[in-house]
Each structure stands twice: as structure tokens, then as C-alpha cells.
């Protein structure tokens, strides 16, 4: 996979700098005609919006990495191309999209982010033991922790959506399931609302 993904490379970079130079022609040429003069940043932001809604497959995610690489890729953009990369069978393309997204979340780790929904009742939000605190936390590991146990064996296959499974925890008695998206090398895990099953 590692000469794919040294061809993957080289098409980001060679798609960035065309970018780069699109982006410099197009402020260029809006101060030759009086009109305000957009910022570079600005108008790469453009440039990506436009190329990732014109573009698809494998095009797409080298576009994806490209506004990464040059710090002005959106969260918009990221969403936009999860479909691609889940349909996706090449597996240097996925590595290449989960690298970006990998890359793009750390970078804006720092960002405050909004504040999540408070359930609506009291029942929604269940009392966990520490270790599913923890599992909270740490929601992308593959493991569950000691005191929970599978439901079943396969609760749900998708070859779009990936793999899910359920679990109970003996201690606090939550119900959890786990889910192995085709996309992500990760686990998810989140919490199953009581009376939704």
C-alpha cells in the first residue's frame, strides 16, 4: 500500500499547488478590476467548495487533503466527502481520507466546541460505573472493559455503515453498542437510550 499512498501524496501536492496558483490569479485579477480585493485564504476556501462539489471518487479525496495540507479545509468538507470514502475499496484512498480527517481534527482540537445536548428527562442520561466512564472518554478503543458482555454475536452488517455490536455492562447495567465503520481503522462506541430497542 505504501507506493500507493506515495502517488496519493504527489497528486495532493500537485493539486495544491495548482490551488495556489488559481487562488493568486483570482486576487490578482479582482485588484486589476477595482473590485475588493479577497484575502488568499478567502479564496482558497472557494476554490476547495467548488472543486469538492464538482469532483467525485477518488479526485474528491485528493481535493479533501489538498485543503488540509493548505489549512483551509472546513468541517463541511470533511462531511461531504465521509460517502466517498466509505464507498470506497481502495484502501490507500481511505487511508488518505482518515489521515486528513485524522490531521484536520487535531489541528483544530484546540477550538472550543459547542455544547452537547442535555437530554430531555433524567432516565436519558444513565448512571455508569467508572470503568464506562471511562469507555466514555476513551470511545474510540476496540475493547469493552472487563464487566461488559456481548448481546450478540453480530447485531447489524452494512458493508456502508460497518459492523455493530451490542453490550451490557454487569456493573451499572447500560446498555452500549459498538460500531466498526468500514471508513475508520477505529471502534465507536455510544450509549443506547433506555426503551429504544
Known amino acids: 500500500m505504501q507506493p500507493q499512498l506515495i502517488s496519493l501524496l504527489g497528486e495532493v501536492r500537485a493539486f495544491s499547488r495548482k490551488i495556489q496558483r ?3 490569479m483570482r486576487t490578482r485579477q479582482a485588484g ?3 473590485d ?3 484575502t488568499h485564504a478567502t479564496c482558497l476556501v472557494k476554490l476547495f467548495d467548488d472543486a469538492l462539489v464538482q469532483s467525485s471518487g477518488r479526485e474528491q ?6 485543503a488540509v495540507e493548505l489549512g483551509v479545509l472546513r468541517w463541511h468538507h470533511l462531511s461531504h466527502c465521509a460517502g466517498t470514502a466509505g464507498e470506497t475499496s481502495d484502501r490507500a484512498l481511505r487511508a488518505l481520507y482518515w489521515a486528513t480527517s485524522t490531521r484536520w481534527h487535531r489541528a483544530n482540537a484546540s477550538q472550543r466546541m459547542p455544547e452537547p445536548l442535555r437530554p430531555r428527562s ?10 464506562c466512564q471511562t469507555l466514555r472518554l476513551d470511545c474510540r478503543r476496540y475493547s469493552p472493559h472487563a464487566a461488559m458482555k456481548g448481546l450478540h454475536e453480530i447485531f447489524g452488517m452494512n458493508t456502508e455503515v460497518g459492523l455493530r455490536q451490542q453490550f451490557r455492562c454487569e456493573a451499572c ?11 475508520e481503522p477505529f471502534a465507536t462506541w455510544s ?5 429504544t430497542l
Open 122 to 131: 433524567p432516565a436519558g442520561n444513565p448512571k455508569l460505573c467508572e470503568h
Open 22 to 24: 488559481a487562488a493568486r
Open 61 to 66: 479525496i485528493i481535493c479533501l487533503a489538498a
Open 36 to 38: 475588493d480585493v479577497p
Open 191 to 195: 450509549v443506547v437510550p433506555a426503551g
Open 32 to 34: 486589476r478590476m477595482g
Open 173 to 183: 447495567d447500560v446498555l452500549w453498542v459498538r460500531r466498526m465503520p468500514t471508513h
